[in-house]
C-alpha cells in the first residue's frame, strides 16, 4: 500500500484563510489495476482563485500540480513521465484515465518537453496563468498599437505578462504593484510607468501617466481601483475583468459607485472571462509563449517555496502579496 497526504478545507472560508481552515489528512491508496498510474507531486500551484471558488468542507484543496509517474499499469504513462493535472493538494495521486473526471482528477495531460527550462512553468507562464493573460487580454481587449493599458496586480503571474504582451503590441503600459521591489521589477520589463498602489493616489497617477486615457483595462483587482479606473477610460475602451482579489476575503460584498452609466456614456466593452473558455486552444497560446520565451521577448519570474507540507502557509502569504511572478511550491 502507498501512502499519501492531502490538505482538506476543515472549515468554509470567512474573511483571510487561517492555519484552522486546513488540515492535513493520511490516505493509502489501493493497489494499481490495469489502466491506473501513481505519481508524486513535483510541484504544486497555489493560485487566487482557490479563495475565490467555493467548495464542500472535508474535500481536497482544489488546485493544479505537476507530478511524476512512480508506478504504473498503463504504458501511455510510463514510471518517470511527467504530467500535469487539476489534482487537488495531494502528495500522491491515483490516476485512472478511464475514468470519468470528478473535480478531483479532471484535465490531465503529459507535461510536454521544455528542454532546459523547469516544469514548473507547466504551472505559470506555460500554464493557465499564461493563457489567462494570452488569451483574456488580446481577445476580449484587442489591442492596437499607440494605445494605452492599464494593468494592475502587476507583479504578479498573469500581471507581469499582460503588460508584456501590450507592449510587444505596440502599447503605452501603465502598471501597479503593491511594494517598490515589485514596481522595480516591473519597470525592468518594459513597463512605460508603474506605481505602488499602496501608497500613491490611483486618479492622480492615471492622470499623470495616462493624460489621454486608457484604452484597455485589465482588471486583476477589482473594488475601488476599478471603480477610479473607469473614470480614465476612452470612448469604445475595453475592460477584460480577469479577477478581483481586492475583495476575495471580504466577509460582505463590496459596495461603491455603480458603474453602468460610466460604461453607458464610454460606450465601453466590459466582458469577465474564465480562461477555459479558450482550453481547446491552449497548444496554440503555449507555442506562442515559449517562442516568446526562447526569442526572449518575454520574462517570467517564480516564487518558489517548499515542501507540501507548508501549502496552507504559503497559499496564505500569496494572498497577502508574497509573490514576485507565480508563486509555486515545491514538494
Ligand atoms: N478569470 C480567470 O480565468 C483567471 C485565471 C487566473 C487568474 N485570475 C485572477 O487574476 C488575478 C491575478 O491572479 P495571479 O494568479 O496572477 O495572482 P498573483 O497576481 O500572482 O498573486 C496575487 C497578488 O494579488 C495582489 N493583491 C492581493 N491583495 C490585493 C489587493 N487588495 N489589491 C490589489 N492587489 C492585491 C498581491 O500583489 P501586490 O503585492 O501587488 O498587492 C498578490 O501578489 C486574480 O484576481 C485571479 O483570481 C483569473
Redesign the pocket.
Known amino acids: 500500500m502507498v501512502k499519501s497526504k492531502k490538505w482538506i478545507l476543515a472549515r468554509e472560508f470567512e474573511g483571510e484563510p487561517k492555519d484552522s481552515n486546513f488540515k492535513l489528512e493520511e490516505e493509502e491508496l489501493p493497489a494499481l489495476k490495469d489502466g491506473e498510474f501513481i505519481c508524486d507531486a513535483v510541484y504544486l500551484s497555489v ?3 482557490m479563495r ?1 471558488y467555493s467548495y464542500p468542507v472535508g474535500s481536497c484543496i482544489i488546485g493544479e500540480q505537476v507530478a511524476r509517474v512512480s508506478e504504473s499499469k498503463n504504458k501511455d504513462y510510463p514510471v518517470g513521465c511527467l504530467v500535469q493535472m487539476q489534482s487537488g493538494w495531494r502528495s500522491r495521486t491515483l490516476v485512472d484515465p478511464s475514468k470519468p473526471k470528478d473535480l478531483e482528477t479532471i484535465r490531465f495531460l503529459k507535461v510536454p518537453d521544455l528542454g532546459t527550462l523547469e516544469p514548473s512553468l507547466a504551472l505559470g507562464i506555460l500554464g ?2 499564461g493563457m ?1 493573460a494570452y488569451f ?1 487580454f488580446l481577445e476580449i481587449c484587442q489591442p492596437k498599437a499607440g494605445e494605452t493599458v492599464l494593468v ?2 502587476s ?5 507581469s505578462l499582460v503588460g508584456q504582451i501590450a507592449k510587444m503590441k505596440g502599447c503605452k503600459v501603465i502598471g501597479f ?3 517598490k521591489e ?1 514596481c522595480d521589477w516591473v519597470k525592468s520589463l518594459g513597463f512605460d510607468h508603474v506605481f505602488n ?1 499602496k501608497e500613491v493616489d490611483i486618479d492622480k497617477s492615471l492622470k499623470e501617466a495616462a493624460p489621454d486615457g486608457i484604452d484597455c483595462y485589465f482588471d ?2 477589482g473594488g475601488d ?1 476599478t471603480s477610479t479606473a473607469l473614470q480614465h477610460m476612452n470612448m469604445f475602451g475595453r475592460v477584460s475583468v ?5 475583495a476575495y476575503n471580504a466577509t460582505k460584498p463590496p459596495i461603491g459607485p455603480y458603474p453602468f452609466m460610466t460604461i453607458v456614456f464610454k460606450q465601453l466593452k466590459v466582458e469577465g ?4 473558455r479558450w482550453w481547446d486552444r491552449f497548444l496554440e497560446g503555449k507555442a506562442e509563449m515559449k517562442k516568446w520565451i526562447d526569442e526572449g521577448k518575454i520574462k517570467y519570474r517564480e516564487t518558489v517555496q517548499g515542501g507540501f507540507d507548508n501549502m496552507p502557509k504559503i497559499f496564505m502569504s ?6 514576485i ?3 509555486v511550491v515545491k514538494a
Open positions: 493560485d487566487p482563485y475565490a493557465m496563468p489567462t483574456g494592475n496586480g507583479a504578479g503571474a498573469v500581471g504593484a503593491g511594494s515589485k498602489y486583476n483587482v481601483f480577469c479577477g478581483g482579489i481586492s472571462f474564465i480562461v477555459l500569496l494572498l497577502k502579496g508574497a509573490n511572478g507565480k508563486m
